[in-house]
C-alpha cells in the first residue's frame, strides 16, 4: 500500500486500485507505542519453535510467557523440561541431542504450572548415509522426513525385502517432492533404487534431487531428466531412456560446486544388479547453478511407486 493505492504484482504487469492520481502525503507513519502486558500468564512459547539439528547439538531453550492478549510478560527459568520422540536431555534449559547418527522427530515440552507448550524438531543424519528400510516395521515413516506422511511414504515389504512405498493416489498429492536432509548441504552425491507400476497404460515418473537438482525417470515419455528448476526448462537436459514398470532402476547423482562458481551436476541411470556404466548419462556445467540443498526424492505416481537403497556420501 502507498500514497492511497494498493499495489500487487501478476505474471505480467504492476497493477494498483485506488485513484489514478496519487494522494499527497502528509505527516509520517510512527509506529505505535507497545502495549504493556498485564494479568496472568495464559500460554507458553517455547523459543526457538522450529529446529533442524545434528547429532551432539547443543541449543538454548526459552520458555516464554504471554498473557489472554498475547503480550510478552517474561522468562520462565524454572519450567520443566520433557521430549518426546527424541533422544538426549534437557538440562538448564539447554537441550543437547544424543550423538547417535541417527534420525530424529518429535517435541521439546516446556511445563510451568498448569500450562505447558511445546517445540518441534528434527535431527538429521549425517554423512555418510545409507537406508536399507530393513530396520523399520511396515508401515513406519522415516522421522523427520519432510512431506513423508503428506505423499503416503511408508514403509513396506515388497518381494521379501524391506522398501519405501509410495502408495497409489488419486488426489493433488500423488505428484509430491519429500526431502531427508538439511538445506545446507552440498558437493554430495546420491544413490537409489527406484520403481514405478503402470496401470491403464500410464506409467509414474520418479526421481532423486541432490542440491536442489533433480534426477528423474519420466515413465510415459520414457526420458531421463536432470532438472535444475522444473518449471524453468531452458536448464534441463533431455534424454532418451528406455525402461519398464514394475522393475528396478538405480539413479546416481553427483553435485559438485565448481571455483568459478558454476555448479557441474551428472546423472546416470541403470537396471538395478547390472554393472554400472562408465559413463555419465548426463553431465551438466549450470552457470547460475544451485550450491547447496537438502537431498531429496520426487514421485509422480498415481499407481504407487518405490525406492530403496539410499546411500549419500560427501564428493
Known sequence: MSHGRVFFVSSDAVYAIGPKTAKPVTGLAVDAPAEKAEGSPAYVQVAPTEMVLKPGQTVKLHARLFDAKGRFLREEPDATWTLQGLKGNV?????????????????????????????????????????????????????????????????????????????PDESIFQRLRMFIGPVDWSNYTFEADVRVATRRRQMGDVGITAQ?????????????????????????????????????????????????????????????????????????????????????????????AYIDNLKLVAN
Open 212 to 304: 536442489r537438482y533433480t534426477l528423474v525417470l519420466y515413465g510415459n515419455n520414457q526420458q531421463l531428466k536432470l532438472e535444475p528448476w522444473e518449471p524453468e526448462v531452458q536448464r534441463t537436459v533431455t534424454i532418451p531412456f528406455t525402461w519398464k514398470p514394475d522393475a528396478w532402476y538405480h539413479l546416481k547423482l553427483r553435485v559438485e560446486n565448481q571455483p568459478d562458481g558454476t555448479v557441474r551436476a551428472r546423472g546416470k541411470a541403470w537396471p538395478t544388479g547390472e554393472a554400472e556404466p562408465a559413463v555419465w548419462s548426463i553431465d551438466k556445467v549450470d552457470l547460475i547453478g544451485n550450491r547447496q540443498g537438502a537431498p531429496g526424492i520426487f514421485a509422480f505416481a498415481q499407481f504407487g
Open 91 to 167: 538440562a538448564n534449559g539447554s537441550f543437547t541431542v544424543a550423538s547417535d547418527p541417527v534420525e530424529q522427530a518429535g517435541t521439546i515440552k516446556a511445563t510451568a504450572g498448569a500450562m505447558s507448550g511445546e517445540a518441534r524438531a528434527r535431527v538429521v543424519h549425517p554423512l555418510p548415509w545409507t537406508e536399507t528400510f530393513e530396520s523399520y516395521a511396515d508401515g513406519a515413516v522415516p522421522p523427520g522426513w519432510v512431506n513423508a506422511t503428506a505423499g503416503k511414504f511408508s514403509v513396506a515389504t515388497l518381494d521379501g525385502q524391506k522398501v519405501l512405498q509410495k502408495a
